[in-house]
Nanobody, 118 residues
Framework: QVQLVESGGGLVQPGGSLRLSCAAS????????MAWYRQAPGEQRELVAE???????NYVDSVRGRFTISRDNAKNTVYLQMNSLKAEDTAVYYCSTRDLRFVGSRYWGQGTQVTVSS
């Protein structure tokens, strides 16, 4: 049973920072592209950032330059460093990766709430 466990969410003021972590039980972790998604109330879930096993990264335009995705393959963990947070970053953030057994299938964590408010 694959598990993705997120942590690090919380309440932060605009302009502040948070670091999300996702511990993954998948093996071998290093071959999986890992991603962070987010979903705000009343909105569709959107891809925020992703990182390949080799460390190549991709970001949605709205977070590029403010967020950094990284991974530690020795710890089976992916991170999302979020700086200069804005109110519009408020959402539930999910860690995700593809289920390589089935086309179009993904694994999801339980999500962690990030609230940016003064």
């Amino acid at each position: 049973q694959v598990q993705l466990v997120e942590s690090g969410g919380g309440l932060v003021q605009p302009g502040g920072s948070l670091r999300l972590s996702c511990a993954a039980s998948i093996r071998p972790f290093s071959i999986y592209t890992m991603a962070w998604y987010r979903q705000a109330p009343g909105e569709q879930r959107e891809l925020v950032a992703e990182i390949t096993g080799g460390g190549n990264t991709n970001y949605v335009d709205s977070v590029r330059g403010r967020f950094t995705i990284s991974r530690d393959n020795a710890k089976n963990t992916v991170y999302l460093q979020m700086n200069s947070l804005k109110a519009e970053d408020t959402a539930v953030y999910y860690c995700s990766t593809r289920d390589l057994r089935f086309v179009g299938s993904r694994y999801w964590g339980q999500g962690t709430q990030v609230t940016v408010s003064s």
